[in-house]
Nanobody, 127 residues
Framework: QVQLVESGGASVQAGESLKLACAIS????????EAWYYQPPGDERQFVAR???????EYGDSVEGRFTISSDAIENKFYLEMANLKSEDTGLYFC?????????????????????WGQGTQVTVFS
């Protein structure tokens, strides 16, 4: 069973920094990429950042240069370091991972590769 759990959400002042973490349950599966999304109040979920094995990463336009995504394969965790936070960064932050199950855990007829999501952690930035 693949599970993702976010942590680190908090209420902070504009200009401050925050670091979110996402723990992926241990198992014999392949993680193809890891990502962060956020959902502002009353709006749709939006892309924040993604990282691939080897360290290649990409960012949403609004966070480029302020946020950094990183991954620790040994700890089975990945992170989102957020600097110079703005009020518009307020929202529920979700981590996700694109995972391929080993054949031993795969049920024929079901997706072997899919995106798994955490439950979200709230970040509130006030001026």
């Amino acid at each position: 069973q693949v599970q993702l759990v976010e942590s680190g959400g908090a209420s902070v002042q504009a200009g401050e920094s925050l670091k979110l973490a996402c723990a992926i349950s241990r198992g014999e599966f392949q993680v193809n990429s890891e990502a962060w999304y956020y959902q502002p109040p009353g709006d749709e979920r939006q892309f924040v950042a993604r990282i691939w094995p080897g360290g290649l990463s990409e960012y949403g336009d609004s966070v480029e240069g302020r946020f950094t995504i990183s991954s620790d394969a040994i700890e089975n965790k990945f992170y989102l370091e957020m600097a110079n936070l703005k009020s518009e960064d307020t929202g529920l932050y979700f981590c996700s991972a694109d995972i391929t199950l080993p054949v031993s855990l795969w049920t024929i007829g079901r997706e072997r590769t899919k995106t798994y999501w955490g439950q979200g952690t709230q970040v509130t930035v006030f001026s």
